[in-house]
């Protein structure tokens, strides 16, 4: 196997791991601004502990590339996330998660036109495939896209497509900063830093009621957001190592079928339903994966 194919795979489980657990806190009543807040802070603090560790000189590599891809990525994740959050509270998984993933179609589009990317038939059928993945969670939840829902179903669902949008920008990003000289690992620590300091300003800004509950409640959110940190962290290292070495439009078609861990897991351990479409999806995900990896 290719080593950028090695890098998305991992990659696409580490992120599917750590989208079921923002559904654990959504479940849990985190509060959006307060959650991505700590997600940032604790990115942020593996990243620049690492550069301690292994740079000679760690204040060198915050170059000026380094800065400007940082705050676009900063922003554009925070964005992401808190729309996904705030989706999460008011649809269920497969919807969000199948919704959030049409940044697929973005970003292959992307790759294709401005990356001048091309791909063996072989994997142009894997890319197809894996697009069928989100046309068959798609129609599963179809329900949800008519009259049927309340509002606050409707608010998830265009919460999602935000989260979506936004999430197509950030990995538009991580590939222009994967095919420069900028420290990767700087980079990353900038941008969850920014991810912090926006959320805080953001909190401060928005919210009129009362910070964040002391006790059980602040202890849970340290948990998660040192879990999802951490998985995070490590994810986007591997991801932005896939963009460095590999096709952004194969890359990210390997990334989308991250979408059915947490559908997996939603199921597991909250009883959401799983059907004949979601079945048929997670089969046409793991060939999707077989045929992108085909030398």
């Not at 994997?123 to 329900?143: E, S």
């Not at 900038?190 to 300091?197: D, H, T």
Request: some cysteine; hydrophobic content about 55%; aromatic content about 12%.
């Amino acid at each position: 196997m290719e080593p950028w194919f090695v890098y998305a795979l991992l990659a696409t489980l580490l992120y599917g791991l750590l989208n079921f657990l923002f559904k654990m806190a959504a479940e849990r009543g985190c509060d959006a601004d307060d959650l991505v807040g700590a997600v940032g802070l604790s990115v942020a603090g593996l990243a620049f502990g690492t550069l301690l560790f292994t740079e000679e000189a760690p204040g060198t590599v915050f170059t000026r590339p380094v800065w400007v891809y940082a705050f676009f990525n900063g922003l554009f994740f925070a964005l992401s996330t808190l729309a996904k959050v705030g989706a999460l509270k008011r649809a269920p998984a497969a919807t969000v998660f199948t919704l959030d993933r049409l940044n697929s179609l973005a970003v292959l589009a992307i790759g294709f036109l401005f990356f001048q990317e091309t791909a063996r038939p072989v994997q142009i059928a894997g890319i197809a495939t894996g697009l069928g993945v989100l046309g068959l969670v798609t129609l599963d939840q179809r329900v949800h896209f008519t009259g049927a829902g309340s509002r606050a179903r409707l608010a998830g669902i265009l919460l999602a497509l935000g989260s979506a949008a936004f999430t197509a920008l950030t990995l538009t990003v991580g590939k222009l900063l994967a095919g420069s000289s900028a420290n990767r690992i700087a980079y990353i620590g900038v941008s969850y830093a920014l991810v912090f300091v926006f959320t805080s300003v953001r909190r401060r800004v928005v919210r009129t009621g009362p910070g964040p509950a002391p006790g059980a409640k602040a202890h849970r959110l340290a948990l998660f957001g040192l879990a999802i940190g951490a998985l995070n962290y490590a994810g986007y290292f591997l991801l932005l190592q896939a963009f460095g070495c590999g096709p952004l439009s194969l890359a990210q078609a390997v990334f989308s079928c991250s979408i059915i861990i947490p559908i997996l897991l939603s199921r597991l351990f909250y009883g959401e339903r799983m059907s004949a479409w979601q079945v048929a999806a997670i089969g046409l995900a793991i060939l999707s994966v077989a045929l992108i990896g085909m030398k």
